[in-house]
C-alpha cells in the first residue's frame, strides 16, 4: 500500500488549501482513510476520517465547520478541503489507511502553513 499527500504551502490566515492522497497498490473498499497532522513540538493528531464505501466522516472538535473531507473511488484519491485557516492549523499533514483495526499505512507528509 502506498499513499501520496500533496497540496500543502503556505496560506494567509483565512485562507485555503485542498490537500489530497493518492492511495495504490490495493483495494480500499471497507476501510477507512484518515488525515492526521503534527505541529513542532506536539504530538500527532487526528484531523478527520472517511469511510472509503459509505462515505461516513469524523472530524476533530478543532476543525468542524472549517475542514470537510472527502474522497474519489474511481481516483483511488482522498481530499482534505481546509478553508478559514488559522496559524494553529500550522503542522504537517498526514493521510493515513486502516487497513487492519488500526492505522497502518501512512503518506509521507506536506507541510501547510498558515501565516497570521
Known amino acids: 500500500v502506498q499513499l501520496q499527500a500533496s497540496g500543502g504551502g503556505l496560506v494567509q490566515a483565512g485562507g485555503s488549501l485542498r490537500l489530497s492522497c493518492v492511495a495504490s497498490?490495493?483495494?480500499?473498499?471497507?476501510?477507512?482513510m484518515g488525515w492526521f497532522r503534527q505541529a513542532a513540538g506536539k504530538e500527532r493528531e487526528i484531523v478527520a476520517v472517511i469511510n472509503w464505501s459509505f462515505g461516513n466522516t469524523w472530524y476533530a472538535d478543532s476543525v468542524k465547520g472549517r475542514i470537510t473531507i472527502s474522497r474519489n473511488n474511481a481516483k483511488n484519491t482522498v481530499y482534505l478541503q481546509m478553508n478559514s485557516l488559522k496559524p494553529e492549523d500550522t503542522a504537517v499533514y498526514y493521510c493515513?489507511?486502516?487497513?487492519?483495526?488500526?492505522?497502518?499505512?501512512w503518506g509521507q507528509g506536506t507541510q501547510v502553513t498558515v501565516s497570521s
Open positions: 493515513a489507511a486502516d487497513l487492519s483495526g488500526g492505522w497502518s499505512s
Open positions: 497498490g490495493r483495494t480500499f473498499t471497507g476501510y477507512a
